[in-house]
Structure formats: C-alpha cells, structure tokens
C-alpha cells in the first residue's frame, strides 16, 4: 500500500485504505476504483492524502499507457519520499514498475504522442523521471541492447534524479537563473543519488553510475567531476534522455520546445559533448518519425511532413492544403509545434 497525494492521483487508482470525511464518515471504502467525482470530491472536503493499492495486474493488455504512466508517478513520488525521510528506498517496487513501462515502448509514434499527453500530469520531477526512463528504454531498443541491458536502463532512468530529494526545493524550483552557489548545491543530486542506489548491492552498478554521471559531457565541461570523454554507456543514454525530456517539457527554467527543436539542440549540443552513438541514433529516430505528422509552423498555418532530408532532419517539406513549404530553403519558416 502507498499513501500519495491527492494532486498526484490518477483516475482509476485503486484505494487501498477507507476514506473518511473530517467528521468520521466513511466516504470511500478501500478497493473503490478513483473516478473524477471522487477526485472533485476530495478537493471539496480537503482530503489531500490517501492510501493506494501498490501496483497489480501485468498483463500489457489490460493496461493503458495512461495507467502505467500514473502508477509509474506514484511509484517515484512514493521511492522519492521515502529517500527524503530518510527510509529505504523499495528497489523492487522500482523494479516491477520498469517491467510495466517496458511493455509500453514498442509503438514510438504512439509513445510520443501519449506523453505529449502526460505533460503537466504530475510535480517535473515526477514526470520527468518516467518520461526518462521511456526514452532509455527506447535508446536501448534502438540500439538493440539485450532485454537486461534495457530493463536496467530504464531503472537508471527512473533513479537517475532520486538525489535531487536532498535538495532544497526552493533552489530546485526556481525560476530564472541560479546564483553559483545554487548551482554548486544542483551539482550534488548527482553524488547523493549514487551513494543511494550503492545501499541495493544487487542492482547493476551502472545503475548508480547512470545518477552519479548523467551530467557529464565529454569535453570535460560537465558535473561532477568534469570527467573527459564517455565515460558510462548507461550515463551516456540518460543524459541524451535527460536532455530531450528537458528541452521539450515546460518547467522552471526552460521554456518548452517542439520535438523538431529539441532533436536540433540535441544535435549541438552532441558535438564533442554527447556519446554521438547514442545522440545520433536517438536523432535520426526522432526526425523519422515525424514524417507524416501534423505540424504547426511559426506562420501559423497547418501541415503535413511529407519529406525530410538527412542532411537537414530539421528541416523538413511541410504540405499546407495543395502548398509545399521547404523548410531547408526558407529559412524563416520554421516548425513549432507537432499537432495530433
Ligand atoms: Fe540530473
Ligand atoms: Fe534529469
């Protein structure tokens, strides 16, 4: 059994304790399925806790990704209170989550729509801490890893973070740019984190190599140690999942961006900095994928993806009703958002 926030309670949560209003009556009782009116009804009665059942069925059929995606959230909200007070941290309740998330990468198209969709879902570094874990999934598939390489990738993904609990939130929620200081404070999530993950013996050490070097780039201008070169496979793919996730998710200080900007930031960003097996392989995906999706483009007209050059993934032929738009030669067009 978990006890989650309210504010992170998803629809068809199972409740795993009965539910009481202030003066003693029973509201809910345990093993009621969570539905809109009952989140509506919480809020009115200032119900801002409750008791879930941990995760259960696993039958990849059964599941929707929305319902993975949010009992993925509850899970990390649960891992990462627990580091916070100090308890330990259930590695196999972090285990089976990955499980469930495994069997949601295998449709990209339909990934990367589902979690446009999850967006603003939860707290950042809930979601973000899903959303990384898929997308090391999803590097570990295109790269053709065997399954225990990729069910330990997407654990990574999930604890890669798990230091920041130790960090004052008001540093981690800051708008706008942080003092040196601050960002010497940033810096330890990493060696926190790590030292975490060692107290599970059994987990893979890249696990834990994954959090401690995440913000590594290989020209030495990374954090902690400024190591030179690629030093970790496992943190070499979090950090290109780390990135993407946070180029193009809302959240304090960054604005949101489209897939197609992110996939070009990423690409700077991998030059002499980012493992390029890993950056270039995540790239070429990406901007196939997105031939055939529906864009919005920055003079706001709607079109279609219909070609994209290699040389230019960024820069693709959009098709506006009967007009073709290429974006590699008109250069003051660019794409701004994908549209479902
Ligand atoms: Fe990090
Ligand atoms: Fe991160």
């Not at 954090?223 to 979090?238: E, L």
Request: hydrophobic share 40%; aromatic share 10%; charged share 25%.
């Amino acid at each position: 059994m978990l006890k989650i926030k309210v504010s992170s309670l998803k629809l068809g949560t199972q409740i795993g304790k009965d539910i009481f209003t202030y003066d003693s009556q029973l509201l809910l009782p345990r093993g009621s399925i969570i539905t809109q009116e009952h989140l509506e009804n919480f809020a009115v009665r200032d119900i801002n806790e409750v008791y879930i059942m941990e995760a259960t069925p696993r039958q990849k059929s059964e599941r929707s990704f929305e319902n993975v995606y949010g009992g993925a959230l509850n899970v990390v909200n649960s891992f990462m209170m627990e580091a916070r007070l100090g308890n330990n941290v259930d590695f196999n309740e972090v285990s089976e989550t990955t499980d469930l998330l495994l069997e949601q990468v295998f449709d990209v198209s339909d990934l990367f729509r589902q979690m446009r969709l999850m967006k603003d879902k939860a707290d950042y570094l809930f979601t973000h801490s899903v959303n990384v874990s898929l997308l090391c999934i999803l590097i570990g598939r295109w790269l053709k890893c065997d399954e225990k390489t990729i069910k330990d990738l997407g654990m990574a993904g999930l604890l890669h973070d798990i230091g920041k609990v130790y960090i004052d939130d008001e540093i981690l929620n800051k708008p706008g740019k942080l003092t040196q200081q601050e960002f010497e404070e940033i810096k330890k999530h990493t060696l926190l984190g790590y030292n975490l993950i060692l107290q599970n013996p059994l987990l893979n050490h890249d696990i834990a190599n994954a959090a401690l070097m995440h913000h590594e780039r290989a020209d030495g201008s990374g954090y902690p140690a400024g190591i030179k070169g690629y030093t970790n496979f496992f943190a070499s793919v979090v950090a290109v999942a780390d990135l993407y996730d946070a180029i193009t998710t809302a959240h304090t200080y960054s604005n949101r961006r489209s897939p197609y900007s992110a996939a070009e930031i990423l690409w700077q960003e991998s030059f002499g900095k980012l493992d390029p097996k890993i950056s270039k392989v995540f790239y070429d995906k990406i901007t196939n994928f997105y031939v055939g999706n529906q864009v919005l483009l920055s003079n706001n007209q709607k079109g279609t993806v219909i070609f994209i050059d290699p040389t230019q993934p960024t820069r693709p032929i959009v098709m506006v009703g009967d007009k073709f738009y290429n974006l590699a030669t008109d250069r003051s067009i660019t794409i701004i958002d994908i549209i479902d």
